[in-house]
């Protein structure tokens, strides 16, 4: 289940339609939520989420406040496996906080009750595009992702590499960040009965990855 699926499943709830019909007429994907009430009542064991996209920014200014969406990881439900791949949009394809390796020996500072610092985040992995250097999990059996197993399942490693590609052909690049996406405020609280969003007045300079 993702975060974004509590919006299908409360709309349900309350008997309403969550399906975006002025998306639809613009041409833009379906909303990517799912009403998973039937499977958190017991009504029924089948989930519906067959996989989640994990967003990434890459960067064009020195700071993650601004920069061009990408699809940078992918969470695919196969059988009793739960795969994780994520792609490194660092200098190297290097992504940060990485846990190869357990740095920060998280099993004793459980323990211990210690909880990992600020220094956890300057460990980095290299996640690139190949099986031999790219980074694939199984959160199921391995939730602190310490096995990588993108050589051992390169089939599915490739397939979802094939999969994001096909995703980032459609996603959008939206204002990350202060001051650029001030107006944001603004539009909200005089259109939107103080809600940011939907974004339907874009300040100049507004882009999207297509």
Known sequence: MAAWDWYATFASLAGQDWFDRKAERAGLPSTDSYNMWPVLSGETETNP????????????????SWGVTTVGGMILRKD??????????????????????????????????????ADFCSVTQRCDR????????????????????????????????????????TVLSEFRGLPKNSDMCTVGFKDYNSFWGPWLHMPEGYSSAS
């Not at 989420?49 to 993650?64: N, Q, Y």
């Not at 992504?95 to 909880?115: H, I, Q, W, Y």
């Not at 059996?141 to 052909?169: C, Y």
């Open 49 to 64: 989420r067959e996989h989640v996209w994990i967003g990434d920014v890459l960067k064009e200014e020195d700071t993650r």
């Open 80 to 117: 009793v496996h739960l795969f994780k791949l994520i792609l490194g949009m660092g200098e190297g394809e290097t992504v940060r906080c990485a846990s190869d390796g357990d740095p920060m020996n998280l099993e004793l500072n459980f323990t211990a009750k210690r909880f990992p610092t």
């Open 130 to 169: 190949t099986p031999e250097n790219g980074c694939l999990f199984d959160v199921n059996a391995d939730p602190g992702e310490k096995n990588n197993l993108a050589e051992e399942h390169h089939i599915v490693f490739n397939e979802m590499l094939r999969l994001m590609d096909e995703e980032g052909q």
